[in-house]
């Protein structure tokens, strides 16, 4: 494994969606630099009337241009050259507060919530126009993507609303974003839309106080199917219409499955050829390891050096932990849903069990892999252009600036400690870690940022492998006593 020399960070840094370049805002200026050469390639001024404290800081789609946010401007800029530069003042009225700010289906198009539900503003750079849309259903910072959703290919919008305690879908035409049909959805509160990867079908699902209800219609507003719990429940679940209904749903890369999880342990698999439940996924209480399935349990050791995070394979039964009994909040249900790249791999998190990940092959139907963790899992993320390759993050004073990277041919997950690049040897701030979106040509890396500091890791074997320049050695550690 090899780190790449610490840049000085902010607490606005991030790195293009291509991978290939990394952006950090300052209050005066923002500095572009090239992953490949870790050179900076670009320095954008920000101009004297524009300063902090800065709301949202994105790249565009086709990592190309970079959008600055304060309360009351909106600015982009080329992340390359000085050729490109668009301003928008007062997007939202002096009074409210925009609750998200970023672009749209295109480089060119901003979208700006509202605070309080009252408009979704939709910018088009090119025309210089602006096209409102009142009474979007979810506008708060947390809610917010749920309720629109673009088309792939075509780029429409869908926009769930809501006036008069009656939920609508709208469609919106691109660029124009004209309102091309409306229509009451067959929902009392919808919680959500979403359109399929392969924009082929939009999805509606109801709230979970409602009972199992997802909704499927086709790109022109027909009602195509209900879809309304699980088709042959189980001895455990033959009273699942008393309990809450749909909590997440989730698209397969390929577009061929639907995930949809309730408020149980239970995941259901809606193939969308049919659009009929094929598999039904459980999470058991008791694990028994078996030849396919792998159990690995996370052992922690400290020394007097760093703390080190290894993993061995269980050899007999075994029970998740389940949450601590301190918690304030009694959740259920599966919180996490991420397919990986060749759509034949679901990672899960269930509130039940927070500290475990539970990995699903949905081809063979079977629980392939489970991964115990001392502390809390906070985020799941498969690569973008590398199959069945994950990256864990977990919470927890043992997990500062610690990742974990597991496949199916690993030894378990592999862990990836930050904190022993860091002059402090611990994170400052706030920090993140993710993958660096490099195609499948170049070795697996992982940006690691906190408010000071920027790092990529790289688990290529050698420096003619790495996709990181100017490596640094990571320091060798003393072998700690396990706990």
Request: hydrophobic residues 40%; proline residues 7%; contains cysteine.
């Amino acid at each position: 494994m090899l780190f790449s020399k610490n840049v000085k960070s902010s607490a606005h840094c991030l790195p293009s969606r291509d991978g290939r370049y990394i952006a950090t805002l300052f209050p005066t200026l923002i500095n572009v630099r090239s992953v490949q050469s870790w050179e900076l390639i670009h320095v954008v001024r920000l101009p004297q009337d524009f300063i902090g404290p800065f709301l949202s800081f994105q790249w565009s789609p086709s990592s190309r241009l970079l959008l600055v946010a304060s309360f009351d401007q909106i600015r982009v800029f080329s992340a390359l050259d000085a050729d490109y530069h668009a301003t928008i003042r007062n997007p939202v009225a002096p009074h409210l507060k925009p609750t998200y700010i970023d672009f749209g289906a295109s480089d060119t198009e901003i979208c700006v919530m509202a605070s309080f539900g009252l408009k979704l503003a939709v910018f088009d750079l090119n025309s210089s126009k602006a096209t409102e849309i009142g009474s979007p259903k979810f506008s708060s910072s947390t809610a917010v993507r749920r309720g629109f959703s673009f088309r792939p290919q075509s780029n429409h919008l869908a926009l769930l609303t809501r006036t008069a305690g009656k939920d609508m879908i709208s469609i919106h035409a691109f660029p124009s974003r004209e309102l091309q049909r409306s229509w009451a959805p067959d929902t009392v509160d919808a919680q959500g839309v979403l359109w399929s990867p392969d924009g082929r079908w939009l999805v509606v699902w109801e709230s979970p106080a409602l009972g199992h209800k997802v909704v499927f219609y086709t790109p022109d507003g027909n009602l195509f199917k209900n879809w309304s719990g699980p088709v042959n429940p189980t001895h455990e679940e033959k009273d699942f219409a008393l309990g809450a209904g749909v909590k997440t749903v989730q698209f397969s890369p390929d577009a061929r499955l639907l995930a949809i999880s309730d408020h149980s342990r239970s995941l259901s698999i809606v193939d969308m050829a049919s659009t009929m439940e094929v598999l039904r996924l459980q999470h058991p209480n008791n694990l028994v390891p078996k030849g396919t399935l792998q159990i690995w349990q996370e052992r922690i050791g400290i020394s007097h050096g760093p703390i080190m995070h290894t993993f061995i394979r269980a050899s007999q039964a075994i029970s998740p932990p389940p949450r601590p009994q301190e918690t304030a909040e009694q959740l259920s249900g599966c919180a996490t849903i991420a397919f990986d790249l060749s759509s034949n791999l679901i990672a899960t998190r269930i509130e039940d069990f927070p500290s475990t990940v539970w990995i699903w092959d949905v081809q063979a139907a079977v629980l392939r892999a489970v991964l115990l963790f001392h502390g809390s899992v906070s985020t799941l993320s498969w690569h973008p252009h590398v199959r069945e390759t994950l990256l864990i993050r977990c919470e927890g004073d043992h997990y500062n600036s610690v990742v974990f990277v597991w496949d199916p041919l690993s030894e378990g997950p592999q862990s990836v400690d930050f904190s022993q690049q860091l002059s402090g040897f611990k994170a400052v701030g706030k920090w993140h870690a993710s993958w660096l979106g490099l195609d499948a040509s170049t070795p697996l890396s992982i940006f690691y940022s906190d408010t000071q500091n920027y790092v990529l890791a790289s688990l290529a074997d050698s420096d003619r492998e790495s996709a990181v320049d100017q490596p640094t050695q990571p320091t060798r550690r003393r072998r700690p006593e396990p706990r």
